[in-house]
């Protein structure tokens, strides 16, 4: 039997036991999207907004369901992100920023950002300095930070179990989607292309055009961000799309989110 065969097989095996292996490939397509859509929507609401900047807090159900999510959807132990982007912006654009496209050339930051990320993802001096207020319980210390990688694999599973083939082709597009948008496009791009409604002290920018707004949820705003970290709005001129707030502003509407800071909340 031929290397050809056997993965003939294989696939017709895993979509003889797939839930829906014969939609049409726009379905796939756009399930994807959707799905990278809500991983994107975590980072900024969870990771970003809420557990870095601290200018959000969820209800403790919302922020289970968000850090399930980004666990199976990216294995970022959440210490290890917010002390990386602290981390930045503590020394932005200078020798110790772990991914300024100013250092390290905007290429590396587009194409290899997430090895920059693990790098100091990996430096126990950046986490214990910068990862404080994460949470550190039972959940989190022997599941999403110990097996970080099982997250992937269960959407790996799922996926198969779901879609079939086309799940373990969604499964790559979901897995390389955070890595390039948010390791590359918003550091590198963000502090590289772009224009600047602040002379904020940093090379930071945001990236024109409404379509990078809805594809980053908002983050592609990112001189309005470095200007003032720690608002709940990202977007401050009209024309400016900032997704991550309409879905802060839908889960406060229903009592799941607040505003940790009155002047904050008035926006
Ligand atoms: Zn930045
Ligand atoms: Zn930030």
Not at 132 to 146: F, Q
Not at 156 to 178: D, H, K, R
Request: aromatic share 12%.
């Amino acid at each position: 039997m031929s290397t050809f065969d056997l993965l003939g097989g294989t696939a017709r095996w895993i979509n003889a036991h797939a839930l829906w292996p014969d939609l049409p490939v726009w379905a796939y397509a756009l399930l994807a999207l959707a799905d990278t859509h809500v991983t994107t929507a975590c980072v900024t609401l969870y990771l970003h907004r809420c557990q870095t900047h601290r200018s959000i807090s969820f209800s403790p159900a919302v922020e289970h369901v968000m850090r399930f999510w980004l666990w199976v959807r990216t294995a970022m132990p959440t210490r290890e992100w917010v002390a990386v982007h602290r981390c930045h912006h503590a020394h932005v654009d200078g020798p110790d920023d772990p991914h300024s496209p100013i250092v390290y050339g905007i290429w590396r930051v587009l194409f290899m950002g997430t090895s920059l990320y693990h790098k100091a993802a990996h430096n126990e001096r950046i986490v214990e300095q910068y990862g404080k207020g994460t949470p550190d319980d039972l959940l989190e210390r022997s599941l999403y930070a110990r097996l970080s990688l099982l997250g992937p694999v269960i959407t790996l599973v799922t996926n198969g179990l779901l879609f079939g083939v086309w799940g373990l082709a969604m499964w790559l597009a979901e897995m390389a989607w955070i890595p390039f948008f948010a390791a590359g496009v918003i550091n590198g791009l963000g502090h590289w292309w772009g224009y600047r409604n602040f002379d904020t002290p940093d090379e930071s920018r945001n990236l024109p055009g409404k379509y990078w707004s809805i594809l980053t949820c908002g983050e592609a705003l990112h001189n309005n961000h470095h200007h003032v970290q720690n608002s709940v709005r990202f977007a401050v001129n009209p024309g400016e799309l900032d997704p991550g707030y309409w879905y802060f502003r839908a889960l406060r509407a229903v009592g799941l989110a607040r505003a940790r800071q009155e002047s904050v909340a008035a926006v």
